[in-house]
């Protein structure tokens, strides 16, 4: 292993817990309970994954699974979910006296003052603390969508930092990233959205959009839609799920798995739970909702299509959809 795949994968799980170690700490913040440092606790099986995968893989991801950003997920998730049901729970205190992050008068306001406490004839536990108070001025909501921010970036930077699998191309690996990329972008746009739909003291709705959002999130390790692309020149002799599976179209097939089942049909069904059980409506969650059925259905459409084209040429031609 050389020294820069090395310093990629130090680098990279030394970033998964340093977001989730922000997480963590605010989290002891709001509940104002130093008892959550035990928290920290999940992210043992993170360094344990490092030790191994440097101990046996020399420092390699695994092909269809990245056991780094599974852990990684798993310590900041918990973070996140306290932080949101805190916050849905307490609206009316966490709006009193804090700073928004939407203009640049007021990151201006919350960095200026860092400029005349940070100090280097300071000692580093000084520097903390001030840094700390600065911090805590910052919005709840806007500390909340900044670590889902945090998380999503940091899932396509560290899958792009990390050394590629045994048998993963760098074909495979762009087409995997560009993926992650359009999969974050959606996820950040259903949280936000669906949370700003959550009326006051409605923890179950909170549940139902944290639940389908931990869900969504088990995208980021398992990448088969992308990595079984050459599949499709392996042989083919053989019949029934070993061969739909392992055919030329199986990489539309993991897509449309993913679609139907982990994004956009759970998203879809929580945006009509919303609209019908809870009684919300406005045009962007009519929109999005839209958006969500019609993925469905051209998913649907192409999953005919796949198992029309699978059929022996033997058989009689079907009529085109």
């Known amino acids: 292993m050389n020294l820069f795949k090395f310093m990629c994968a130090i680098i990279t799980r030394f970033l998964f817990i340093l977001v989730s170690l922000v997480g963590v700490w605010r989290v002891t913040k709001v509940k104002n309970d130093h008892l959550y440092w035990l928290l920290t606790i999940v992210y043992l099986p993170l360094v344990a ?12 991801d695994y092909k269809w699974f990245s056991p780094s950003i599974l852990f990684f997920l798993i310590s900041i998730i918990p973070s996140i979910w306290i932080l949101e049901l805190h916050h849905q729970g307490n609206r009316d205190e966490d709006l009193q006296q804090c700073k928004k992050l939407d203009s640049w008068e007021n990151i201006k306001s919350i960095v200026s003052p860092l400029n005349g406490t940070l100090r280097m004839n300071k000692t580093l536990k000084v520097n903390l603390e001030d840094l700390e ?27 792009w930092l990390l050394p590629l699998g045994g048998g993963v191309t760098r074909d495979e690996l762009s087409q995997l990233l560009l993926v992650f990329v359009g999969t974050a972008a959606d996820i950040l746009e259903f949280t ?20 389908v959002w931990t869900w969504s999130m088990l995208q980021f390790p398992f990448h088969l839609a992308v990595v079984t692309s050459r599949l499709q020149n392996s042989d083919e002799s053989g019949d029934g799920c070993c061969n739909f599976l392992m055919s030329r179209h199986s990489t539309d097939i993991w897509n449309i798995v993913e679609s139907l ?34 993925v469905v259905i051209l998913n649907l459409y192409r999953l005919i299509v796949i198992c029309i084209d699978l059929k022996p040429p033997s058989s009689s031609s079907s009529p085109s959809i």
Request: glycine share 6%.
């Open 261 to 294: 089942f982990i994004q956009d049909g759970p998203f879809l069904v929580v945006r009509l739970i919303v609209m019908i059980y809870f009684d919300v409506f406005h045009q962007m969650l009519v929109f999005f909702a839209i958006k969500n059925f019609l």
């Open 192 to 211: 936000s959205e669906s949370m700003s739909d959550v009326k006051e003291n409605n923890q179950q709705l909170v549940y139902i959009i944290l639940g």
């Open 133 to 159: 108070r600065v911090l805590t001025f910052v919005c709840p909501n806007a500390w909340i969508l900044g670590l889902h921010q945090a998380l999503l970036i940091l899932l396509i930077l560290g899958k």
């Open 49 to 60: 994954e490092m030790i191994i995968t440097f101990k046996r893989r020399k420092g390699q």
